[in-house]
Every structure is written in structure tokens, then in C-alpha cells.
């Protein structure tokens, strides 16, 4: 059943068609959503032939198949890797048990919110990415936008799916729930903060693909251990099209980076925005920002909710299988705490800190995107470092929240943050200068004069290809 049936009205490998009422269900959801894709999605390029890929099999290799297709047409469906035979709860006082294959009824209610939690940033991305369309720096990033755009649509049916068929008639209110929510609307706000920040120009956008994208990814890596196996089926084909998305954040910023160490090179003794490009302190703020508000993303550092979803089987590591013991009932983790004066350390049960030990492979991985840039500053010999901020620094969730830290961790007054906000955070005047440069490039093969073109294309197009046809 690995195979994709795209002869149906909703494409699927989960054998749809057997279950007429889960069938009429979603067929009845699908107009809404595509309803919310029109007035949500994508402004002003809907009639528009995008070179997308789509899903054809959920085998590791050979997915995907790339063609053009305009964006309300593209094929969203229902797609999970398939069984590999009975698996296993891999971790909890679970362990060692058959997955389930049915929400087990005493964890209903906390099963539910993880799925709308996750399933509820999906559209939320693609709300505050509905304007980049029409500034983007060429049709590359234009097709790659409408890529990350297209596939966080697909992952909103992927959680939809989980809804409509494991939690009845609240698991359908649920799914409208999530069309009704609005990315920065003050009244049906999207569940959580970073989703509800505005991300009105590409340096945005590329950091929020880096930094958000990424934080979904270990969400993703972590409830692809879940018990519950659909919703692990579901998270490890969510993953392989997660990917592309932290590519077009990595590189989009080596991009900008590369083309602003050339612009520096060109004309050593002026200011690179004398020039068109963005300065890299300018960047840095950028990741600044971004950075620390995925961070609050991975909620809490002592949390309860943590460890009743890790006890329950829910909600797992990243990459359980790594470690030795998946029940860690006596172990501890030594995290940070902030009295509001002092830092000091305290050993907390490991199943509380399980939010803490996802977000640190989530640094970790950021690290090394970090020296990627650096890489890029490097090899044009300016001697810039970007730094990836401590993560004290502009919090609003967890053990940090409210406090003031600089980018490097150190504990400053009000005054003090107050006058650093300039030099840590975007300025007003960093905003409107990056909104400045954001003018549409549409013809193929040419790029925006603040960043450099990719190394090479989609699926090995040649560089003057055209992706998007307008
Ligand atoms: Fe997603
Ligand atoms: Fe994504």
C-alpha cells in the first residue's frame, strides 16, 4: 500500500476509499481548505504554473516528481510512511508494548493537542508568508517559497487526517478550528507567538525557514516516536519534506551573506548598503531574533506536560533509538535556573526536561548552520563570525522569560538592554532598509543585487530555467 492513488478526489495511501464516512468527512473539509488557500495562501499567483514537486510514493527514494502545476491544483493528500510490521513503543512506561493503532482512551485529550499544536502551525506559516510572492529576488526563490508553501499545506492535511479519523465529531471541530485562526489576527490568534510574527520580507523568510522550519523538524522527529503509530507514520513523511525547507533557510542566508562579502570586496571603504546589499551586522540581528523566538517554540524548561507525554508514550527524543535507556525514570538533567538575580544549576528529573533535551540537538544543529555562514565570510576573506544567541537571550517562554540577557548570556540592567536592543535586535531602520530592497526580479536566471544565485538549480535545472511562469 505504498503506492499513491491519485485517481481519487483526495490522494492517499491509506486506502481511503475503504471508509466512506472519513471519505465523505474530509471531501466535505477539502472545499473549506482550499477556500482558506485562496483567501490565505499565495496572494495573486494562483493562476500561475509553478514547477513543484508532488509526492508519488512514499519510498525512500523516488518521491518525487516534479512538474508544473498551478498551486490550487497541486494534489495535497494523505500520505504515511508505511507499516514496517508491528512496531514497538520505543520509549515510556510503555515500553516494549504494541504501537497503537487507536488512541488509547485515557490519553485522548493530550493526543489531541499535541496533533492541533502542530497541525495549527501549518497554515499559520503559510499566512505569514502570503506576501513574499510578490518581492521575491528571482523565480528560483519564487518556486522555492511556493515549494515550502504547498508542503505546509499538505502537512495540515497530514494532522487534518489524524483528526477526522481518531477523534470524531471534536477532532472535526478541530479541523475547522484551524481554518478559522489567522497568523497575527488579535482575536483568532495562531496557538503559539512565532507563528503570529509578521515575516514581510525574504531575510525574514529565510531565518524563519532556518530557525521555525527547524524547530519543526525535531517536533516532528519527536512525535515520529510516538506510540500512537499513525501520528509517528504520519511525522517521518512530514520530515523528508521538512527538509527542503531548512535548505532554502540555510542557503538563503549563505546567499545573502556571499553576496554582501562581495559587495564589501567591490568597495572596501563604503557601507555594503551603500551598495544594495544587507550588512552583515544587519543579518546577525535578524538571526538574532528569529533564533530566539524558535526557541520558545520548544516551551518550558522543567515542564510537567514534558514528562506526562514522554511517561505516556506520546511524544518521544529525537532519534530514541540512540540512547540506552528509553525509560529514564531515574535519571536527572542539570539545566539552569534564573532567581531573577543569579544563575544557578539544579538537577531536575530527566522526564521534565524533556522540552530542554529536544531544543539542545535543536542548538546544536543550528550551530553548525551558523558556521556555514561563517564559511561563506571565510572564503571572501572578510573577517566576520556570525554568532548563533545564547539561548538566555529574548525569551518569552520558560526560565528566561521577561529577563534580560545580551546575545552572548550575560545577565544586563533595563538601561543597559534597552540601549543593546539596537545592536542585538532589528531596528526600525534595519526593517525599512531590508523592506527597501525587496523588489520583484522575475526574469529567469537573474537575481536581486542583494543576493547571489544559488549554487545550482532544482532538480538540476539550468540556471536560467524558468520556475515560475508569469
Ligand atoms: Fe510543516
Ligand atoms: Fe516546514
Known amino acids: 500500500m505504498t503506492g499513491i492513488d491519485y485517481s481519487q478526489k483526495i490522494p492517499n ?21 482550499i477556500n482558506w488557500w485562496r483567501d490565505m495562501g499565495p496572494s495573486d499567483f494562483n493562476e500561475n504554473d509553478v514547477y513543484l514537486r508532488t509526492a508519488v510514493s512514499v519510498e525512500r527514494d523516488g518521491w518525487a516528481h516534479f512538474d508544473y502545476v498551478k498551486m490550487p491544483d497541486y494534489r495535497w493528500g494523505i500520505f504515511l510512511t508505511p507499516h514496517e510490521g508491528e512496531r514497538q513503543i520505543g520509549f515510556g512506561d510503555h515500553f516494549g508494548e504494541t504501537a497503537w493503532q487507536q488512541v488509547p482512551g485515557e490519553y485522548r485529550n493530550w493526543l489531541r493537542r499535541l496533533i492541533v499544536t502542530q497541525a495549527d502551525t501549518e497554515p499559520a506559516s503559510v499566512e505569514q508568508q502570503r506576501l513574499l510572492g510578490l518581492t521575491a529576488p528571482s523565480l528560483y526563490d519564487l518556486r522555492n517559497l511556493f515549494q515550502v508553501n504547498v508542503e505546509e499545506g499538505r502537512h495540515l492535511w497530514a494532522m487534518v487526517y489524524l483528526l477526522h479519523s481518531y477523534f470524531g465529531k471534536d477532532g472535526r471541530e478541530e479541523a475547522d478550528e484551524l481554518l478559522q485562526r489567522r497568523s497575527g489576527n488579535a482575536d483568532q490568534p495562531r496557538i503559539l507567538t512565532t507563528f503570529n510574527e509578521p515575516c514581510e520580507d525574504w531575510l525574514s523568510f529565510f531565518c524563519f525557514t532556518m530557525f521555525t522550519d527547524r524547530d519543526g523538524k525535531y517536533q516532528l522527529l519527536s512525535l515520529a516516536e510516538s506510540g500512537f503509530d499513525p501520528l509517528a507514520r504520519s511525522c517521518r513523511f512530514m520530515l523528508t519534506e521538512e527538509a527542503h525547507h531548512m535548505f532554502v533557510g540555510q542557503t538563503g542566508i549563505a546567499r545573502v551573506v556571499r553576496r554582501t562579502c562581495e559587495v564589501m570586496n567591490e568597495h572596501p571603504d563604503a557601507c555594503p548598503s551603500e551598495h544594495g546589499a544587507i550588512p552583515l551586522e544587519m543579518i546577525q540581528r535578524y538571526i538574532n531574533f528569529w533564533a530566539a523566538s524558535s526557541l520558545d517554540l520548544f516551551g518550558a524548561e522543567v515542564s510537567s506536560n514534558s514528562a506526562n507525554f514522554f511517561a505516556a508514550g506520546l511524544k518521544g527524543r529525537a532519534y530514541e533509538d540512540k540512547y540506552e535507556d528509553h525509560l529514564v525514570k531515574d535519571d536527572c538533567y542539570e539545566l539552569e535556573r534564573w532567581d531573577g538575580e543569579r544563575i544557578t544549576r539544579e538537577q531536575v528529573p530527566l522526564r521534565n526536561a524533556m522540552n530542554e ?21 571565510e572564503k571572501a576573506g572578510i573577517p566576520f563570525r556570525f554568532a548563533y544567541p545564547h539561548r538566555r537571550f529574548n525569551r518569552t517562554i520558560g526560565e528566561f522569560a521577561g529577563a534580560r540577557f545580551d546575545p552572548q548570556g550575560n545577565a544586563v540592567s533595563e538601561a543597559d538592554w534597552q540601549a543593546g536592543q539596537r545592536v542585538w535586535l532589528p531596528t526600525p531602520e534595519d526593517k525599512a532598509y531590508v523592506k527597501s530592497l525587496m523588489r520583484p526580479v522575475t526574469e529567469p536566471g537573474k537575481f536581486a543585487g542583494w543576493i547571489a544565485p544559488p549554487l545550482r538549480g532544482i532538480n538540476s535545472q539550468a540556471a536560467d530555467f524558468e520556475y515560475v511562469k508569469l
Open 357 to 377: 533535551v529536544l531544543r539542545d540537538g535543536y542548538v546544536d544543529e543550528n550551530l553548525k548552520g551558523v558556521e556555514y555562514w561563517n564559511r561563506e565570510c
Open 13 to 33: 495511501n491509506v486506502d481511503l476509499a475503504s471508509d466512506k464516512r472519513l471519505q465523505r468527512a474530509l471531501e466535505r473539509w477539502q472545499p473549506d481548505y
